[in-house]
């Protein structure tokens, strides 16, 4: 298959930045329960520079916009976008971690337990 210039790749939400737009087979298959390492983002240290969203090869970080914070990453109408993993899609590849500019992403080992201490569900 012949590799699709750059010009001609459709952008969509960062421009000028190509990326998958769909999660392919981990969607279907969970491969978050395959990780060792657990990524988390710090969001006080985070630049919403989105270069942790360019490089993750399962499309498994999406941004949510936040409440209106006093910052200097805010947008015009006052709110501040935030990276989320999606724990489902995450491998524990830590590229994230690797590519973060400002070290905002650290990583633990995984013991597949949610916030609550309860066991992640394969579904």
Not at 66 to 76: E, F
Request: with cysteine.
């Amino acid at each position: 298959m012949p590799l699709t210039e750059e010009k001609n790749l459709e952008y969509a939400g960062v421009k000028g930045i190509p990326h998958l737009r769909e999660a392919g087979s981990a969607v279907r298959h969970r491969t978050g329960d395959w990780r060792v390492f657990k990524p988390k983002i710090n969001h006080a240290k985070c630049i919403s520079c989105k270069i942790c969203f360019a490089f993750c090869p399962d499309s498994a970080i999406h941004w949510i916009t936040a409440g209106r914070r006093q910052s200097r990453l805010q947008s015009a109408a006052g709110a501040r976008e935030l990276p989320v993993i999606d724990y489902h899609l995450c491998k524990g590849c830590l590229i994230c971690k690797q590519e973060c500019p400002v070290k905002a992403i650290t990583a633990d080992l995984d013991s597949h337990e949610d916030e609550n201490g309860a066991k992640e569900k394969s579904e």
